[in-house]
């Protein structure tokens, strides 16, 4: 049995709509699959400090969003960070503590542990000195851990000539350098959300 041109018109009808209301769909995307993922508030640089015995950690609930650094260890570091803010709340940071030392020019990557985001980060020494990391965990205003969601590690920057920040409403997790003021250092950052 024939179909009718009807039903023919009816089939192409239902794909073009269906087709039509996934590009909407797709189109009303704001870059975030995530409804409550937390906004970067009020960022700010610090005053730079000589990198060679440095010791910084961002104000009460603030987290690291970028750093820069000019020149050799005797050179200046400073760093950026924010509040966060998420559903009209700001997001806290508990559970604060410093890794173990790392050597620097070793390229060793350095990652947050699970559920912690940077906030501070202290260096002693050259290249060959050591370095720690402060990590927190970021708390939402009913007091639930907020999900991380991980990026991809920055293009590497030339140490002696860096500013990084990380992209629109992310914090950082992580850092990796390798040799000297001339190596090359990379950035891990990333979005929290519930």
Same mark, same amino acid.
């Given at each position: 049995?024939? *179909?009718?041109? &009807?039903?023919?018109?009816?089939?192409?009808?239902? *794909?073009? +709509?269906?087709?039509? +209301?996934?590009?909407?769909?797709?189109?009303?995307?704001?870059?975030?699959?995530?409804?409550?993922?937390?906004?970067?508030?009020?960022? $700010?640089?610090?005053?730079?400090?000589?990198?060679?015995?440095?010791?910084?950690?961002?104000?009460? =609930?603030?987290?690291?969003?970028?750093?820069? $650094?000019?020149?050799?260890?005797?050179?200046?570091?400073?760093?950026? !960070?924010? &509040?966060?803010?998420?559903?009209?709340?700001?997001?806290?940071?508990?559970?604060?503590?410093?890794?173990?030392?790392? *050597?620097?020019?070793?390229?060793?990557?350095?990652? !947050?542990?699970?559920?912690?985001?940077?906030?501070?980060? *202290?260096?002693?020494? =050259?290249? &060959?000195?050591?370095?720690?990391?402060?990590?927190?965990?970021?708390?939402?205003? &009913?007091?639930?851990?907020?999900?991380?969601? +991980?990026?991809?590690?920055? =293009?590497?920057?030339?140490?002696?000539?860096?500013?990084?920040?990380?992209?629109?409403?992310?914090?950082?997790?992580?850092?990796?350098?390798?040799? =000297?003021?001339?190596?090359?250092?990379?950035?891990?950052?990333?979005?929290?959300?519930?």
């Amino acid at each position: 049995m024939k *179909k009718s041109p &009807n039903n023919k018109n009816r089939n192409w009808k239902d *794909k073009l +709509i269906t087709t039509s +209301i996934f590009a909407v769909l797709i189109s009303g995307w704001s870059g975030s699959i995530f409804a409550d993922e937390a906004k970067v508030n009020n960022s $700010h640089w610090s005053q730079g400090e000589k990198e060679s015995y440095s010791e910084f950690s961002c104000p009460t =609930d603030n987290f690291m969003v970028g750093r820069a $650094h000019s020149g050799d260890e005797n050179g200046n570091t400073s760093y950026k !960070c924010g &509040n966060l803010v998420q559903n009209g709340g700001t997001i806290t940071s508990k559970n604060k503590q410093w890794s173990s030392s790392i *050597k620097e020019s070793d390229g060793t990557a350095y990652r !947050c542990p699970q559920e912690k985001v940077m906030i501070g980060r *202290k260096h002693t020494g =050259d290249e &060959n000195g050591t370095t720690s990391y402060e990590c927190g965990t970021p708390i939402n205003k &009913n007091g639930e851990i907020l999900s991380i969601i +991980i990026g991809n590690w920055s =293009d590497a920057v030339k140490e002696s000539s860096s500013k990084f920040e990380c992209p629109d409403n992310s914090v950082m997790i992580g850092r990796r350098h390798a040799g =000297d003021e001339n190596g090359r250092t990379e950035y891990l950052c990333g979005k929290l959300a519930n």
